[in-house]
């Protein structure tokens, strides 16, 4: 069965949003839930797969430079702000923000860093990179105006993990919508979500009880 593309974007959005109830659950039951959340997604995306099977298309080398600075500069700008206080203020005054609890199982860590994280790039990037913009751009929705909203729905999924996170997600989605824009290539903002996301989580998983 084909869902329209009207209803599939609306619902791959909404099921975005539908992620945030695994953080009230505890230890590894959160990145189970997340699993199985995404696996709908792509079920979803499915009909769409010809999208994500075509043929790889890679942007000029200057593309990897400026991702790689770009990704610095977020890095530098992280540790800076969280020198501060004010940061930790600012970030519990509205709410505590929600945490990925530590994997304690070695194969559920290999597990989550690898296939885990991959399973967020392709959806995040297919949804909110391609599907979102893509709908947009039908309903006649100007350039800029796409880049915002998509960026700002972006962010504000990753609200549960605090005001910080929803303004550095903000500019992470918005770099990745200028870079998808410029390059055309969806497998190339996949890769560089994974990346960072091993880059950042793997710096997280450093500390786990798995590798202790």
Known sequence: MTVSRNISSLLLLSLSYIGWIKFPLEGDAVYGADYVWRLIMLV???QERAVLLAEPVW??????????????????AHQWLYYFQFTYDLENYFYTPARYPPIKNSLLLVFDMSIGLALVAITEEFIFRYKLNDWLA????????????????????????G?????????WGLFLFIVYQKTKSLHFV????????????GLMAL???AWN
Do not use: D
């Open 44 to 46: 979803i995306i499915w």
């Open 59 to 76: 942007p000029a080398l200057r593309f990897w430079f400026i991702f790689a600075l770009f990704f610095l500069v977020m890095f530098i």
């Open 138 to 161: 039908e309903k006649q929705v100007g350039l800029f105006t796409r880049g915002l909203l998509t960026s700002l729905l972006f962010a504000f999924m990753h609200a549960p993990q």
């Open 163 to 171: 005001v910080i996170a929803i303004g550095e997600n903000f500019f």
């Open 190 to 201: 996949i890769v560089l979500h994974f990346i960072t996301n091993f880059i950042l989580f």
């Open 207 to 209: 500390e786990s009880p």
